[in-house]
């Protein structure tokens, strides 16, 4: 039986190891151009055009986007769930896959958002209806949740959370993405010896970067990192992602930075693809 079993964990790791998140709408969501690519891909300056990737995208400028890029058949996939922890209940959406996922995405919202702005299917041109097809085609698991701070107790909730359906889906790797505020989740979770051991991929979306993430142990482990950020940020600066960048870089450890040129706070969540980010990630 103990030889079965071994087995099996064997074999979700080495399927988790190999999978290739299947295309889904690239033609739409991909980067509109290239100003510079360096460091073999490490560092994209993408060509970004309010006029090009909101107005010509959106039906609704900022508000709806056109029908060309969302299926939303996907919401057969999607349930509203309340989750009962040791953290107290937690609100969440769940999309795919929540018994034997092959991979698990997770979005934390940032100030003023809720578990809903990570389901929006035609808010941010569409992207978030992307990931959530992403999950769905792949036998995934997305998931967008509340949390009641941005502090340790919101780590707490997520991690409770992740805990949760890492044991429904044993051996899945585990990508946590944050926009904005959502970021301090997002580094709490890779200061956690609990979840960082179970973390593949740390995604911030137009977030602030970390003086302490050399010392936690999702550093050690050399987990992959994405920034992605506006240079026209006036909330968090890109000169500070792009420190990081460098330091990291030099420290040879995996990140990537994506610079959507002229793009501003939201930016990142609407034009990062999500696929070539994750893809990448499974690759390490």
């Known amino acids: 039986m103990a030889a079965l079993a071994v087995s099996f964990f064997l074999s979700v790791l080495s399927s988790a190891s190999a999978l290739?998140?299947?295309?889904?709408?690239?033609?739409?969501?991909?980067?509109p151009g290239l100003l510079a690519e360096e460091d073999g891909g490490g560092r994209l300056v993408v060509d970004y055009k309010e006029m090009r990737d909101i107005n010509q995208r959106d039906e609704v400028p900022e508000r709806r986007v056109k029908g060309d890029y969302v299926r939303?058949?996907?919401r057969s996939a999607q349930k509203d769930l309340s989750l009962k922890t040791g953290q107290g209940e937690i609100r969440h959406f769940a999309v795919g896959k929540a018994d034997g996922a092959s991979a698990i995405v997770i979005y934390m919202h940032g100030q003023g958002g809720s578990r809903r702005q990570g389901v929006d299917d035609f808010t941010f041109g569409g992207n978030f209806n992307r990931i959530k097809n992403l999950m769905w085609e792949n036998g995934g698991l997305y998931l967008s949740p509340d949390f009641s701070e941005f502090g340790p107790k919101g780590v707490a909730e997520i991690a409770a959370l992740?805990?949760?359906y890492e044991s429904r889906s044993p051996g899945a790797p585990i990508f946590a993405a944050c926009g904005s505020m959502g970021g301090a989740i997002c580094w709490g979770l890779a200061d956690d010896p609990s979840?960082?051991?179970?973390?593949?991929?740390?995604l911030l979306l137009g977030s602030f970067t970390s003086d302490d993430f050399s010392g936690s142990p999702a550093y050690?482990?050399?987990v992959?990192?994405?920034?992605?950020?506006g240079s026209k940020d006036t909330v968090f600066p890109v000169d500070t992602q792009e420190a990081m960048y460098e330091k990291l870089k030099k420290a040879e450890y995996p990140v990537r930075l994506v610079r959507f040129e002229t793009g501003t706070h939201g930016t990142p969540i609407r034009m990062t693809d999500w696929r070539d980010i994750l893809n990448w990630m499974l690759s390490r």
């Open 162 to 164: 992740l805990d949760h």
């Open 220 to 222: 050690k482990r050399k």
């Open 195 to 202: 979840v960082s051991g179970k973390l593949s991929g740390l």
């Open 224 to 229: 992959p990192l994405y920034l992605g950020q």
């Open 72 to 74: 939303l058949s996907v």
């Open 20 to 31: 290739t998140l299947k295309p889904f709408k690239d033609d739409l969501f991909a980067y």
